[in-house]
């Protein structure tokens, strides 16, 4: 399974744009790049997925390299409520995904 | 629309006894999938299900187990708890198993505990 590397903690400011990284070297042509956040004492929750092009949706943005061997997660405006880890993930065929260690980003107020 | 509900919340058993956690997807998702989550090992892919079949299964011993009914309701069994089997397990529903673009939704978990 193809794997992903983030760093595994960032900062922000709140209210400035935050731009979390991560590297997927091994993908192939199928795979969709997938992000998911995990506030405390929740399970994830669908951010943004993409195949080849940019995205963006009410939540964030994603921009994808064009060999497509990373990707960065772009939130606009940093809050409070965006604290989390923060997963990206490669997703096949099939409801299953293989996480990572993700990035824990802390929002400073 | 309710989202993806998985009873019970929290659980407390006892070494070397077994369990049943419940899934129930969103109405009309078919693929249930579950993962264990712990501090040391992130979250892991146990087992998928698609009406009715396991589709996929991660690297768990044979303990752990599960089935999914023809309402698409999903259980998961863990017969002789280990320490280590405690964990907060969730699941995640989506429509399809064949599309990886589409979005899975997950439930809030089962808190484990093994005393």
């Known amino acids: 399974d193809a794997k992903t590397t983030q760093p595994n903690s960032m900062e922000s400011n709140e209210e400035e744009p935050v731009h979390l990284p991560c590297n997927h070297s091994t993908i192939s042509g199928t795979d969709y790049i997938h992000w998911y956040r995990q506030l405390p004492s929740q399970g994830p929750e669908y951010v943004i997925h993409?195949?080849?092009s940019n995205v963006n949706n009410r939540m964030a943005s994603l921009a994808i390299a064009e060999d497509r061997k990373s990707s960065t997660l772009i939130l606009h405006r940093a809050t409070l409520r965006d604290a989390a880890v923060y997963y990206c993930?490669?997703?096949?065929?099939?409801?299953?995904?293989?996480f990572g260690t993700g990035t824990s980003l802390t929002v400073i107020p | 629309k309710a989202g993806v509900t998985q009873t019970p919340r929290y659980l407390i058993k006892t070494r070397g006894q077994q369990v049943t956690l419940s899934c129930s997807p969103i109405?009309?998702?078919?693929?249930v999938s579950w993962y264990q989550q712990t501090p040391g090992q992130g979250l892991q892919f146990l087992f998928e299900y698609f009406s009715e079949t396991q589709r996929n299964k991660g690297n768990f011993p044979g303990r752990f187990s599960g089935r999914q009914f023809s309402n698409s309701r999903s259980e998961m069994n863990v017969s002789t708890l280990e320490l280590g089997d405690s964990a907060l397990y969730l699941c995640?529903?989506?429509?399809?198993?064949?599309?990886?673009?589409?979005?899975?939704?997950f439930g809030q978990g089962t808190r484990l505990t093994v005393v």
């Open positions: 109405s009309g998702h078919r693929s």
């Open positions: 993930i490669l997703r096949v065929a099939g409801n299953q995904f293989y």
């Open positions: 995640a529903s989506s429509l399809l198993n064949t599309v990886a673009n589409t979005e899975a939704f």
């Open positions: 993409g195949l080849t």
